[in-house]
């Protein structure tokens, strides 16, 4: 391997690049980034516009230099045309427009994903906003320094427009969530989703819900938003949040094939279907490891994982994905809210006899002072007793984003909901009890009639 | 099964008790305790020592009418004098001292353990305290509120000596640790035991280490402490917290074996030598999961499991022991330090090829506001690659408790360091990275030359 080109600079690009030159240090990586921000913690973009976040540039996982100094060309704002599989070669628009060819013996495509595409009308007027890119995010910034907005409606009740209407608050906007769905959060089950939409109210946010966006009107120097059934609010900043789409424009144009979900189809290897092509991250299905199949789950841990699975097959190594199981955490004001496996009706739907328990119990010995209600809900096979999955809601300083791992480790191996209670988890008073709650869940569901 | 006796009424003997209730609610169930505490949670002592816990009472993990809810006969301030195997009775000497016997079918001992007797002059002295019981505790707290100590000095840096040191502290003392060995708490390596002398310091704590006890001395009202080489400290108030003992003295009187560590011997089903007769707590043998081997190693955690077990087979069902991994946390000050698994020379003692890397990271994104460094050390096996142990310090409110808990999670099956970094961890910046700290320590592992 001489020459590795990496399409994409955000963590499945870099995670790449790195791992490639680690396993081997003669390879040539250059890598190939869209805007002037390699690396950046996009994840973190909602504490940025919160304020929590003062400076920008505290986002960068790495600095350009840092990746440099690693022995990669970084190429920023440099935009990748068409990739030529056949003749092993990408053809790129520099940032004076100059077009260039640049040849390589094995391609990492790691061109991630980009807000839904929205048709409705409005949804280009002055002060709607997407927030993907780093771009996105100075020009929200930029609204809110310059133009002070007092009031901003979030569409979506997903993990970005939940941390949007909490970093907005936390702004001084008062905040609208509007949100398709019956509830916000469709990853977890309704009842903790109720338990954050509660959060959610008791920190000013209105959130309406079963309220799919209908149309955005100008209203003098402001805007109206409208939802179904009439429902409307005058506001000075929308903010779209509903969903990303993989961005696989580059690599189906070179023949790549795509997967079920729309994304790139990639096996473990993250291999495409064409020789020396690997994908990874938000434009590739992720294959899961309960579902022995692939998904569509873009999450930065897994494009790190991904990426850095990518890189060394890319330099002769033999790494597989170990896959995903779908685990997330999301803090939104005190709360965190997290899950790992299966919902239950994602477990019926692939085969499971699935069922589900709820217990709410303290995070640690209530004697010690400043015990919080821990809310689980565990998911189990009934036939087997496998567990299946499980999801958590709980103040965020609870160890509810690690209670969660400790469930996310036990479906790595496929472990049983009994054998989660056997586990020899630590305990002292201050944070947790002598069976932790992670086992007093996996009591509750091994006892439910 | 008609009679289970059971004899102690901490965390074992109410598990084993609740356990075969849970299962056969027609067993009748008596619980001989010796004290007027049953289920109380031995491990809050120190907070209610330090007032954080300002009342004693919610020191009880179940009241003693929750109990008896429970169909459970409670014989509060009775001692078992002696255990008749063959003839399924014990002896009971009740509150006036009178003499009676008691049939069973089945009997579980969970006489737990004692501190280890001092034979130092002077450890008979007033204002010389040991810390095990309700009764030590309300002897402290008594001695605290009405000869209001200034200073106090802690012999033993384990679990309790560290919890009290910080504990007197809290209260407004002046304390002097003394340690027998190079360094505290034995249970994680120097490294990490100096950060933890490093946080008693600047809580004023001095810490004396390779200073074992000699002798305690009046002078005048207050204490003379001797240490080696001739250092002395004048304090008020002496707390000997050097480590426990299994009470055995009824199960060894009844003709039970006693292991290999001078604990009552049990298989994973916690059956002793005789028939009917289980065991389970402190006071008997632990199945190390990783040593496949007895240990003993008195933890709240195991007692409760094991009591669970002797309960469920006491009335036939069919439990067994998981094993322990000697997964624990103490939280001393404002740090957690926690282990599970071997340390690098108890992993080389069992036939480990043992390698430990140690690693400082943030617990979070770094630019998120509050981040402290975790100190993970991760010791793997070099010919296999299996995950041997973990140690981790770090602030308390920084998942160091659940951390541990997710390399506890690998180690029950027997995973490998490379195994830790391919989990699916959540991640959100304000409590992780996308890589989880946890698996940064595995990737430094896997890297180390």
Not at 118 to 128: F, K
Not at 134 to 154: G, I, Q, W
Not at 264 to 269: A, E, G, K, L, S
Request: hydrophobic share 40%; with cysteine; proline share 6%.
């Amino acid at each position: 391997m001489a020459h590795l080109v990496i399409v994409g600079g955000s963590d499945a690009g870099i995670s790449a690049a790195l791992r490639a030159r680690e396993l081997d240090p003669t390879v040539d990586v250059t890598v190939i980034v869209a805007d002037a921000f390699p690396n950046y913690s996009i994840c973190g973009l909602p504490f940025y516009l919160s304020g929590e976040v003062p400076d920008w540039h505290q986002l960068a996982h790495r600095t350009a230099s840092e990746i440099e100094e690693q022995g990669i060309t970084l190429r920023l704002n440099h935009t990748v045309l068409t990739l030529d599989a056949e003749r092993h070669q990408v053809s790129v628009r520099d940032p004076d427009g100059a077009l260039r060819t640049l040849g390589f013996d094995r391609v990492v495509v790691a061109t991630g994903a980009a807000p839904q595409p929205s048709t409705l009308p409005g949804h280009d007027l002055p002060g709607v906003f997407v927030l993907h890119t780093m771009v996105d995010s100075f020009r929200v910034h930029d609204f809110c320094s310059t133009r002070h907005p007092e009031h901003a409606v979030v569409v979506g009740g997903g993990y970005i427009g939940l941390e949007m209407a909490d970093a907005l608050t936390t702004r001084g906007l008062h905040v609208t969530l509007l949100q398709r769905g019956p509830s916000v959060l469709h990853t977890v089950e309704p009842p903790l989703a109720h338990l954050l939409e509660g959060e959610l109210r008791r920190h000013g946010v209105e959130v309406l819900t079963s309220t799919p966006l209908a149309a955005i009107t100008p209203r003098g120097p402001r805007l109206r938003v409208w939802g179904a059934a009439d429902v409307w609010r005058d506001t000075d900043l929308v903010l779209l949040a509903t969903g990303v789409r993989p961005s696989t424009a580059l690599a189906q144009a070179a023949g790549v094939a795509l997967g079920p979900h729309g994304a790139i189809q990639v096996n473990r290897r993250m291999e495409t279907s064409l020789p020396d092509v690997y994908a990874a991250g938000d434009c590739v299905e992720t294959w899961h490891r309960m579902l022995d199949a692939p998904t569509y789950l873009p999450l930065g841990t897994t494009a790190h994982k991904q990426g850095r699975v990518a890189g060394a097959n890319a330099v002769g190594h033999d790494a597989t994905f170990a896959g995903s199981l779908g685990t997330q955490v999301v803090k939104v004001f005190d709360l965190a809210i997290a899950r790992t496996g299966l919902l239950e009706h994602e477990a019926r739907a692939a085969g499971f006899t699935a069922a589900t328990t709820e217990t709410t119990v303290w995070d640690h010995k209530a004697y010690y002072p400043g015990a919080t209600p821990l809310t689980i809900r565990v998911t189990g096979d009934m036939q087997t007793g496998r567990l299946l999955g499980a999801q958590l809601v709980g103040h965020w300083q609870a160890e509810v984003a690690k209670r969660v791992d400790v469930y996310a480790t036990a479906l790595f191996h496929g472990m049983g909901v009994e054998e989660v209670n056997d586990l020899d988890l630590s305990y002292t008073p201050p944070v947790s009890s002598p069976w932790d709650p992670v086992q007093m869940a996996a009591q509750a569901w091994m006892t439910a009639p």
